[in-house]
């Protein structure tokens, strides 16, 4: 036999962070299934897996989620609580939950019963198989959120996408698995008011999505208005890059090409003998140059703010993490030890 069949397969350490708003009524249900996950599994790829960790991150909601999270930790033993001082929004408490966790991998997944646990196996072995460091749930089945509000999800994603340059934000999914060392990094570094997706794109160097059905919420109304759902697309356009900024400069300079161009036309037209009234060449000829001169100013210095805003939200140069090969992107297939 050889070496690697005497060896036995390894096991990946998930830790599964979940930040809790409102989870006086949903949370012991899921719990309980993450119950039937803290033993050691096999995923449909054949590959050992074990939920090493629950975090539970509570970020100060109305309801009473406080004393269901100690009721858990006092009954279970892979429960992890992290008690922010003040509700901080959903991104902020999953950075904490993460910042928190030691697992091989993390799985981030949200408090209302949407995200079936069932799937992790399935998503872990869409990383192993595809060797990705980051990979989202993809629903087959259409989000239980109604009509305009899945419509207006997908849309504003799109535009991030095509317009704002944010990555694969059609992909982005609240219920994803990080590698581990990716996902710490993430919280380490990130700024404040950061999208942690689009944080995310920015070091991860494969991203995918791996199949998924969502459920209905738990018995609660939802804890998004469309009105935070409009800042949190807000916020996703400004930490998406600078290629908003960038715009003004390319219409800085597209104005004041016309307004060169039209301030040529109205010169030639008045030397060239032109019906037009006095003053008004001289006085249209100053507004086109001056307007295009102002707003490729304003564009210069958008691409300098553009530099700061990168370092204000954390964007590394880089980052170092240790060789694929000895992580778990690099254990041997299942098959291998058996063939």
Same mark, same amino acid.
């Given at each position: 036999?050889?070496? *690697?069949?005497l ?45 090493s ?51 091989d ?12 646990p ?15 460091q980051?990979?989202?749930a ?9 009509f ?7 849309? *504003? ?8 340059g ?22 380490a ?6 999208? &942690?997706?689009?944080?995310l ?9 791996s ?75 100053? &507004? ?36 694929? *090969?000895?992580g ?5 297939e ?6």
């Open positions: 036999m050889t070496q *690697a069949q060896e036995p397969a390894y096991l990946h350490r998930v830790s599964v962070v979940v930040p809790v708003y409102q989870g006086e009524r949903t949370l012991p249900g899921l719990v309980q299934e993450l119950t039937g996950l803290v033993e050691e599994f096999t995923t449909a790829a054949g590959h050992r897996a074990v939920v960790e629950v975090i539970l991150c509570h970020d100060n909601g109305p309801d009473a989620s406080d004393r269901i999270i100690r009721e858990l930790a006092a009954q279970h033993d892979f429960l992890k609580p992290v008690w922010l001082s003040r509700n901080f929004g959903q991104h902020a408490a999953t950075l904490a939950g993460i910042a928190s966790s030691g697992g991998w993390v799985v981030t997944l949200d408090e209302d019963g949407q995200h079936d069932r799937f992790i196996g399935g998503l872990l072995d869409t990383a192993l198989q595809q060797r990705a980051v990979v989202y993809r629903p087959d089945n259409v989000p239980p959120h109604g305009v509000r899945n419509t207006a999800s997908k849309g *504003a994603k799109r535009a991030l996408e095509s317009v704002f944010g990555g694969n934000a059609s992909a982005f999914n609240s219920y994803r698995l990080i590698l581990g060392e990716v996902a710490r990094s993430v919280a570094y990130s700024g404040t008011g950061v999208y &942690l997706d689009v944080a794109s920015w070091i991860a160097n494969s991203i995918v999505t199949p998924v059905m969502l459920r209905e919420e738990g018995g609660r109304r939802s804890g998004y208005s469309y009105r935070s759902l409009l800042a949190h697309f807000w916020r996703m356009v400004l930490t998406s890059g600078t290629r908003g900024l960038r715009l003004v400069t390319a219409i800085g300079v597209l104005f004041a090409l016309l307004g060169l161009g039209f301030a040529i036309y109205l010169t030639v037209n008045r030397l060239a003998g032109g019906a037009i009234e006095e003053g008004w060449t001289s006085i249209m000829v100053m &507004l086109s140059l001056t307007t295009g001169a102002i707003l490729v100013s304003l564009g210069i210095v958008a691409e300098y703010l553009g530099v700061a805003v990168n370092m204000a939200l954390g964007k590394p140069a880089y980052l170092i993490v240790r060789d694929p *090969a000895a778990p992107l690099g254990a041997p299942p098959d291998a030890r058996t063939s």
